[in-house]
């Protein structure tokens, strides 16, 4: 991944596991969110490429590349919804786009969705009328109108009070289990690291590299690499009862370099 | 030896000191003073040259007589530090004061990120007059592709292909017709008035004032009427087209679109397109119209020249091919227009001051691509004897 000459990661080489949440993690600025948006597309790798099942994402056209993230589902830092759109017209357009659904069905869907997230009642609420925290459940409520393969989350708790982020915590951790969706989550908040992480990587801003690859707590305590230790052990000081409650599913490298692979 | 650097003096407190001693064990840099950022501080370049000249190969410092500090002597202390391990001379810090040594290794705590700064070296004059050069060229490409995107979504819309809200190219319209007429009248009536006073000048002296109704007809018709209501729409839509696509870049819309496999070429380009291609002839004919009244009020008010007559006259000064050209012109430059925002907001970069950048850049590029369209329209209608 680079910017002009600037490489921000290099030799990238991880699996995510169908219905795992991988957690990508890192102090500020080392390239995550950049990470994030190389998955999803909006980024093209320097060089290097990402697969989703057998299929090469970043080689693929533009038509079946758009047909691919259909079946994704993004919830942005700042949310992301459309401001010119009320709640329910924010998750009904994907339907609208994307299904033979009746406008009554879609509203009756849109409805669903933001009862998922504690939004019921808010649905000809237009985003700038609610506080960022809803406007983040909308957001998560538009990320599954379609009922996605792979959910990316980018720094979900960012700007959330404590409870909050625990809520959305135990909301993503819901959303897995009931969607049997892939879940792929960008955070340094080292809480969810530990509550919601099946497996994960850590970005390393002084090597450009991936400095750990595994399961957070296993990091914890057998990672030799002293700034994954010491990025971890903070948290696991602040949250001492804090634990993975998913079995470690390990995470299998690739051969090919440079490469990032989502079996989602 | 000692060679002091005194600084200015200060009405209140005590100056602040810098002074270098050379002693047997090495330089020692003294520190004296009250050493603030709104102070007239002492000069570096001695020191540093007193550090590039001595044979000695340690520094300390001597704070004693320090009475206070701030980030100024930090920034002192650091550029020495800099220059010393550049120097490979061995820097001793324990003569400074705690909480400036706790400072400085906390400046020093995470390594200089050189990539990162290797990007915003300065180029020199040339390289920036020839970075710019590509710049308009790579502009002009990045046009012709833009626009070549949004055929081909047009052509996926005429084929049923591509949607986007009906409601968003509504508003659209409505922004860029209906809310446009107040500017537009104003503008247009005093581009009528401003032709008819300097044809009347003229042509008054020859007893021709009735022509003055040609000159106006003829004028706003063929290229005043569509070149002012473009550019007209370039200040007004175009910017604000690049700042509402701007601005959804920047909260990561746009983003939300892309990642959910619909188009925002088609979804929120097109209608805005459309909506000017649809509504600048239309804006144009009133523009003309309303360019040939305020002619027309010269005429009745300077020179006696009934509305009846200056508007027989301009009629008859027109061609049928003159109005068809004015109004073609008008909805290629309402294309450019829209196009010129569009590409400005989908470009923007992330963050609020690159909204108003795109804002301004789609109002430049718009009047741009509308002169030069002037002129290659010029040609052609000349070749085509319009």
């Known amino acids: 991944m680079a910017y002009g000459d600037f490489v921000v990661m290099r030799d990238l080489n991880f699996t995510v596991n169908r219905g795992e949440i991988f957690v990508i993690m890192g102090p500020s600025g080392c390239g995550k969110s950049t990470l994030l948006r190389h998955l999803i597309g909006l980024n093209e790798p320097a060089r290097g490429e990402v697969w989703y099942g057998d299929v090469n994402f970043t080689q693929a056209d533009p038509i079946a590349r758009r047909r691919m993230v259909r079946h994704f589902g993004v919830l942005y830092q700042s949310g992301a919804l459309w401001s010119s759109m009320t709640l329910a017209e924010n998750i009904g357009l994907p339907l609208e786009e994307f299904t033979d659904l009746t406008r009554d069905q879609i509203n009756e869907m849109a409805s669903l969705k933001l009862s998922l997230v504690g939004l019921k009642g808010f649905e000809n609420y237009y985003p700038s009328q609610i506080s960022g925290g809803m406007q983040k459940r909308a957001g998560l409520a538009r990320a599954i109108a379609l009922d996605p393969h792979v959910l990316f989350f980018d720094e979900p708790s960012a700007g959330l009070d404590p409870i909050s982020s625990r809520l959305l915590d135990d909301l993503i951790l819901e959303l897995r289990d009931s969607l049997g969706a892939t879940v792929v989550v960008v955070t340094h908040e080292l809480a969810s690291i530990f509550t919601i992480g099946d497996n994960s990587v850590f970005l390393d801003p002084g090597t450009h590299t991936m400095g750990a690859l595994g399961n957070p707590k296993d990091l914890l305590d057998h990672c030799d690499n002293p700034i994954v230790h010491r990025f971890l052990s903070r948290g696991d000081s602040q949250n001492p009862d804090a634990a993975p409650d998913k079995g470690n599913q390990a995470a299998a490298a690739k051969a090919a370099p440079s490469s990032v692979r989502s079996n989602g | ?386």
């Open chain 2, 1 to 386: 030896m000692r060679e002091a650097v005194q600084s200015k003096t200060d009405t209140v407190g005590e100056s602040p000191k810098l002074a270098v001693e050379r002693t047997p064990s090495g330089l020692v840099i003294q520190l004296g003073g009250e050493w603030r950022l709104t102070r007239d501080l002492p000069q570096i370049a001695p020191v540093i040259r007193e550090l590039q000249t001595t044979p000695l190969r340690k520094v300390t410092y001597d704070s004693r007589a320090l009475t206070g500090w701030d980030s100024s002597l930090l920034a002192l202390v650091d550029k020495i530090s800099e220059r010393c391990k550049q120097l490979k001379i061995e820097e001793n810090r324990d003569g400074l004061p705690d909480g400036l040594r706790a400072l400085l290794r906390l400046s020093e705590a995470v390594p200089d990120n050189e990539g990162a700064r290797g990007r915003v070296s300065a180029p020199n004059f040339v390289a920036e007059i020839g970075g710019d050069f590509l710049g308009f060229m790579g502009g002009i490409g990045d046009f012709l592709a833009f626009f070549g995107e949004i055929s081909i979504a047009l052509g996926r819309f005429l084929r049923g292909k591509a949607r986007f809200r009906g409601v968003d190219m509504a508003t659209a319209i409505q922004d860029c017709g209906v809310r446009a007429f107040g500017i537009v009248s104003l503008i247009s009536f005093l581009v009528g008035v401003i032709l008819a006073f300097m044809g009347a000048v003229q042509l008054e002296q020859f007893g021709a004032a009735i022509y003055v109704a040609d000159l106006v007809g003829v004028g706003m018709v063929r290229d005043m009427g569509a070149m002012m209501t473009a550019i007209i729409m370039a200040g007004r839509t175009g910017a604000a087209f690049a700042a509402q696509l701007g601005t959804m870049k920047v909260t990561q819309e746009i983003d939300a679109l892309t990642t959910m496999g619909i188009s925002p070429i088609e979804f929120l380009v097109l209608p805005r397109v459309i909506a000017l291609f649809l509504m600048m002839p239309l804006l144009c004919i009133y523009a003309d119209f309303v360019g040939v009244l305020g002619g027309a009020a010269v005429g009745a008010g300077m020179l006696n020249i009934t509305m009846k007559a200056f508007l027989n006259e301009a009629m008859h000064a027109l061609t049928l091919g003159g109005v068809i050209g004015g109004v073609v012109k008008a909805t290629v430059y309402g294309v450019i227009v829209a196009v010129a925002g569009c590409l400005r907001g989908m470009q923007c970069g992330n963050s609020s001051s690159a909204v108003g950048e795109a804002a301004t850049a789609a109002v430049v590029t718009g009047i741009v691509y509308i002169v030069v369209a002037c002129g290659i329209f010029a040609v052609i209608f000349h070749i085509l004897y319009i």
